[in-house]
């Protein structure tokens, strides 16, 4: 049974350019969420895509933006790096969004 | 405004002994919170959760605790091993209307010594 997956595991870009993110749910899982986690700090909400459409969006600017695909993965596309932008990315699914969440391993994003 | 926070940054225990991690929130529709456990390189691995219909869950060597007046939870982790030794966050969720995200602590790295 495969877990959360993502790719790719690290990334380096720089300022101004554009990246984008991929993640595949849990096996049974139709929700994915999608979390920022800075140095020292907890993982915080970005979006939650259920349905192929954005559900939720948490204090994130338009830069983010999101899609889900018909088999439930998803993307995180970041337009306009900054270097502010340096951080794990994580992918979390779910059932319907409710209760736990289960996270991938993160996408390590470095911004030069 | 943090809603959760994990006050002690790190916690330091002796293999065998019991280790107890603490976590507080302020928004009063936070009424589902879970424990994840997180290695460097590796994604927060679902621990334990608890509802606020209850004070306590229970799970092999981990106990949440929820002391719903208060604000407050704790994890309890008994008899400690090295291998527990990790980042632990706590996170709070609001399960009624349409809010759907898990809000985090900072974290607690807890080191188990042999």
């Known amino acids: 049974d495969a877990g959360v997956t993502q790719s790719p595991t690290h990334l380096i870009k720089t300022r101004g350019q554009q990246v984008t993110l991929r993640c595949s749910p849990k096996?049974?899982?139709?929700?994915v969420s999608w979390y920022q986690q800075a140095l020292g700090q907890g993982p915080q909400f970005i979006f939650q895509y259920y349905e192929e459409e954005e559900r939720q969006r948490g204090n994130f600017p338009d830069r983010f933006s999101g899609h889900q695909f018909p088999n439930y993965s998803s993307e995180l596309n970041v337009n306009a790096l900054l270097l502010g932008d340096s951080a794990l990315y994580l992918c979390?699914?779910?059932?319907?969004?409710?209760?736990?969440?289960?996270f991938g391993p993160g996408t390590r994003l470095t911004v030069l | 405004d943090q809603q959760v926070k994990q006050n002690s940054p790190s916690l330091s225990v002796q293999e065998g002994r019991i280790s107890i991690l603490n976590c507080d929130y302020t928004?009063?529709?936070?009424?589902?919170f879970l424990w994840y456990k997180k290695y460097p390189a590796e994604g927060p691995t679902f621990l334990i959760s608890i509802s606020s219909i209850k004070d306590k869950n229970e799970d092999g060597r981990f106990t949440v605790f929820l002391n719903k007046s208060a604000k407050h939870l704790s994890l309890h982790i008994v008899p400690s091993q090295p291998g527990d030794s990790a980042v632990y966050f706590c996170a709070a969720y609001d399960s009624g209307g349409s809010n759907y995200k898990l809000t985090f602590g900072k974290g607690t790295l807890l080191t188990v010594n042999p």
């Open positions: 928004n009063s529709m936070f009424d589902y």
């Open positions: 096996s049974g899982h139709d929700t």
């Open positions: 979390a699914s779910s059932l319907r969004g409710m209760g736990e969440q289960f």
